[in-house]
């Protein structure tokens, strides 16, 4: 594997009235091509504000953030987006999805900006929907869904032209046990199946442990950063070869693969996996596509953005 991400003497000083706070204090980190990793820290550690750094959503005091070989400190305004827009999804605690867009316009968001036409992109939203197991749910606005619905959402637009890194602040902090356990395991599988690294910030040592790798952040500063021999979720029955082959009903196995595993987990912990899942499988999924073939295809992006990718991000 190679390194896709690599920070170098990262410093962020907030400065409030004449107070200074060192949100930052010299990170260095590299992180590799398609490794799931989390940064584990508590409330102010620092977690959010590195994470908006290496996402190019804020800029550090000093310090590199080299994505791909790009140091994107040095991006101007118009490259960064551009950047963002080409390489990175993001997941937001609070979702953050477009209120008077549907679930479907939401997913082919990223799309849009990425020049892919009209047809096209709500085809592949359609189909990153049902990967979540909200086949049905397309036409509903935000307000029309729950929270888990509206994060898997959120996921689906964060995965849908599938770049390179994922960002996710907090996914799970405003969703139930149970939600919580599919939302992770599909932004597990997600990023798994496709290779895209997933970075992922969170408090709590149990979500952390869905990941390679853990960083712990105690005041800016990293002060533990661990392999996990054995992260939750990596036991997945769908290889890409069956996406390839173009296996029908993959999606299906998907949610349904999140939801056993939620349950499992919650009677392996509390006794509490006999509530109903809030993921809808079975008839939901359109039987007959292949979605993860389509997806998998270099059509999910224009062919010749693709290859751009690959020569301008060197990785
Ligand atoms: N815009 C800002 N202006 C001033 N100080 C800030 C700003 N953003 C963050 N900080 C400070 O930087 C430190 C790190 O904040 P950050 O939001 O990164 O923490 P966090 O680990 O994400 O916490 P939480 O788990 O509560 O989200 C905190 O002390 C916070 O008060
Ligand atoms: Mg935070």
Redesign the pocket.
């Given at each position: 594997m190679s390194s896709i991400i690599t920070t170098k003497n990262l410093i962020k000083v907030?400065k409030?009235g004449t107070e200074r706070?060192i949100?930052l204090n010299n990170i260095n980190l590299s992180i590799e091509d398609g490794e799931v990793c989390c940064i584990l820290?508590?409330?102010?550690?620092?977690?959010?504000?590195?994470l908006n750094m290496l996402a190019g959503l804020e800029k550090p005091t000093r310090g590199q953030i080299l994505i791909g070989g790009t140091d994107i400190v040095k991006l101007n305004e118009k490259k960064i987006t551009e950047f963002r827009r080409k390489y990175i999804g993001f997941v937001f605690q609070s979702y953050n999805l477009m209120p008077d867009l549907t679930a479907l316009e939401n997913v082919a968001m990223p799309l849009t900006f990425r020049g892919v036409r009209k047809s096209k992109r709500m085809k592949m939203a359609q189909q990153m929907l049902m990967m979540v197991g909200l086949g049905k749910r397309g036409k509903h606005k935000p307000t029309q869904m729950s929270g888990g619905q509206q994060q898997r959402v959120g996921i689906a637009r964060a995965f849908v032209a599938r770049p390179k890194i994922v960002f996710a602040d907090?996914p799970t902090g405003n969703l139930d046990t149970r939600t919580t356990l599919e939302v992770m395991w599909l932004m597990v599988q997600m990023s798994r199946m496709y290779h895209q690294t997933l970075v992922l910030?969170t408090?709590d040592q149990e979500i952390a442990e869905y990941a390679d790798r853990i960083i712990t952040?105690v005041d800016?500063k990293i002060i533990k950063d661990e392999r996990n021999p054995n992260p939750k979720g990596r036991d997945f029955p769908i290889t890409q070869e069956m996406l390839r082959s173009g296996m029908e009903g993959v999606s299906d196995m998907i949610v349904a693969s999140a939801a056993a595993a939620a349950q499992a987990e919650l009677q392996a912990t509390n006794g509490l996996g006999t509530q109903p899942s809030d993921i809808e499988t079975g008839e939901d999924i359109a039987v007959g596509t292949s979605p993860g073939a389509d997806l998998h295809s270099s059509e999910t992006v224009p062919s010749n953005e693709t290859e751009t990718e690959s020569k301008e991000l060197k990785i």
């Open positions: 907030y409030v706070v949100a820290g508590t409330s102010g550690s620092g977690k959010s504000t590195l907090e910030v408090h952040l800016g």
